[in-house]
């Protein structure tokens, strides 16, 4: 129940990288500080940090867009406030005497963000319109994949399960931008691999980590 127009923010904010960051410690598609990400429910720690995954992050994003909402009344004064802090915000409309958005003189970064998400929209909307002309071969194939539920009780590499799904280490970090390492850690996880490669997985792993756990007591540091 919000305005699909705010989906371009994760353009402005990241142009779609998992991997963006700011030298103020912003990260991931969202671009949260540590702070409000986990305040938003994200799990930011050594093992895994959770701004780096669209499905997690996106949905941190639609809570705290909808406390700035609460608080300004207005989406695209939510979307300055996402941007510079509600406090920085709260304190430009006090001091100007308006709580009209265009009528505000804000920080140059805030002016063009509100500026990027429009112009994202404008282009992806209509991209012939810009100058854009693209072939089916041109564009990213979309992202297909089986999401499971992995339990792991000890700390386990990502190699296992690359290779009880059949695939690479690469594309286990691709789909799973949120792990950190080389490993994954005790617990409960979701977790995605390649599309078709569930049916026998989790015998496979299963199979693996045993032999992974076997050869381990074998070794001398």
Known sequence: NMPEDLKYGTIAESALRPHAGSSKGAMGFW???EATGRKHG??????????RNIFKSTAAAILYFKELYDIFGSWTLSAAAYNMGEQGLQSEILVQKSNNYYDLYLPMET???????????????????YGFKFTKEDLYPPIQFDR???ECFQKTPILII???ANT?????????PEIRGYYVAAGSH????PMGSTETFHSRFKNFV??????KQKRVY
């Not at 799990?43 to 701004?51: A, C, F, L, M, Q």
């Not at 690479?168 to 799973?176: P, V, Y």
């Not at 979701?190 to 691999?193: C, K």
């Open 190 to 193: 979701s977790i995605l691999l």
């Open 111 to 129: 002016q063009r963000y509100i500026l990027k998400i429009i112009a994202a929209k404008l282009i992806l909307s209509d991209p012939e319109k």
């Open 162 to 164: 690359a290779q009880a």
């Open 42 to 51: 994200l799990k930011i720690d050594s093992e895994k940090d959770e701004r």
């Open 210 to 215: 045993d032999q992974w756990s076997a050869d």
């Open 168 to 176: 690479t280490f690469k594309i286990i970090k691709d789909l799973n």
């Open 148 to 150: 499971i539920k992995l």
């Open 31 to 33: 671009q949260f500080m």
